[in-house]
């Protein structure tokens, strides 16, 4: 695979925006393929089933694009998908559950992490799993948010109505005594602020999509398939809504979106 | 056709269960088989040409149960589809939305009706369409509520913060001094408390779902293909999450829903 070839990033939807913002900043080099599977969003709500069926789809889709790596940008597809999907492809492919995890095991201090994610990822208990394997003193205790994606969505990013389910929310997880909380879904980092609010200052946030480029930048290193490129041309692909998308993706992204184009994602198997 | 058959009902997911709830009321001898979208909920989000091949999908599964009607229990669906999808097939099928509009027609005293529904429903402006057409001087004000599903769906049925979500969504339509308002997607009735407590006790409500029940019958005796059985055995079929979708199911419904079928809706093209 020729090393100035792209890297295949995918969520269900504009979430994982938040790391390939992350990606374009730690590794400018990299050309990133991105698709969001904006008919079918959220995925949040789905079966494991479902999820991996959708996110095998997106994968031969990227393999059309002849991508180097892929990164799964949505903790629901990494929790559902990953372990299965790696098997059946040749290249490598990283999701964003395990560097959320790994940094949320370093940083505790009390030893009691939360975790705020969609009811899929929570139901998984991969966060749990992975952490302990971590660390088996660790305590981790996990709040699905359904309503944060569509609030997000919605644009009620700084609203008081966030603000009030925020606080419902995390008020659980509060009671343990967590230092440490990881917004363990790609949507949730644009609430950071809010969600800071609501737990105070002396808890940290652990943003995954962080540690997911610094992983990904080991890898290519590792792999020795460093793109050595000043030229990025970055494409990004929907499964509906191109123009909407286009204008969230500039709202997040360091760069110009110039183009979006729609995918018929049902048709790769 | 036969008279026994049953009659097709889909929606993105739980919403037309409202629809089905009214069929049941006032059509007992009919059977139903529905289908919900599960998987690929919600539908007012996305594009007219995704929600039309969506519905196409769910018109091929519901064939092969050997429907006699289709009643589309989805105003998004029933905006961007039945157009299309009615010259397709050789049995009857409405939707929601018309049915919906000429009893708001028919209720308004000063003139001035507002619409509340899906992104996709609202910009579509079938219902202002639809509704200047049985009479030229009325007013339509539509206004998109994309919160409410997913509100519904997290069970803030009756909450403070639905009721306020509720006053900022309407806030503008009361302006307009509206005295009618259509409950333009099916998950709303569900909300018809909260949104009765905003708009007051002056403003009457719409449910769409109960006038597409009465234009039901009158196309079932039309046709003359009335079920003349009393053995009703429904169905119900989802694309994601049977088990949960079943649990809904029996909040909603009068009857049992003893089981409820996982279909892999892609297939059906």
Do not use: W
Not at 85 to 107: H, L, N, Y
Not at 126 to 143: A, D, H, R, S
Not at 233 to 242: C, E, L, Q, T, W
């Amino acid at each position: 695979m020729a090393s100035n070839a792209p890297i295949g990033v995918f969520d269900s939807g504009v979430g994982g925006l938040t790391v390939v913002r992350e990606i374009m900043r730690q590794i400018p080099n990299e050309t990133i393929v991105y698709f969001g599977d904006t008919a079918r969003v959220p995925y949040g709500s789905k079966s494991k089933e479902t999820v991996t069926t959708y996110s095998r789809q997106i994968i031969k889709f990227l393999q059309t694009q002849e991508v180097k790596a892929i990164v799964i940008a949505c903790n629901t597809a990494s929790a559902f998908a990953l372990e299965t999907v790696k098997d059946e492809i040749d290249i490598p492919i990283i999701g964003v559950v395990k560097p959320g995890a790994k940094v949320a095991a370093e940083t505790t201090q009390n030893g009691k992490i939360g975790i705020i994610a969609t009811e899929g990822t929570i139901s998984s208990g991969i966060y749990n799993e992975l952490i302990t394997k971590i660390n088996p003193e660790l305590k981790v205790y996990g709040k699905a948010c359904p309503l944060f994606v569509p609030l997000v969505e919605e644009g009620l990013i700084d609203d008081p109505i966030t603000l009030e389910m925020a606080s419902r929310y995390i008020k659980e997880l509060q009671e343990y005594d967590i230092d440490t909380l990881v917004l363990g879904c790609t949507h949730y980092p644009l609430l950071r602020h809010t969600i800071q609010k609501v737990v105070g200052d002396k808890v940290n946030l652990i943003n995954p999509a962080f540690e997911t480029a610094v992983r990904l930048r080991e890898l290519l290193l590792q792999k020795n398939i460093e793109s050595n490129t000043l030229e990025t041309n970055h494409k990004f692909y929907v499964s509906d809504g191109a123009e909407k998308f286009k204008t969230f993706a500039n709202t997040i992204l360091p760069c110009d979106v110039a183009t979006t184009k729609d995918v018929n994602i049902e048709q790769y198997k």
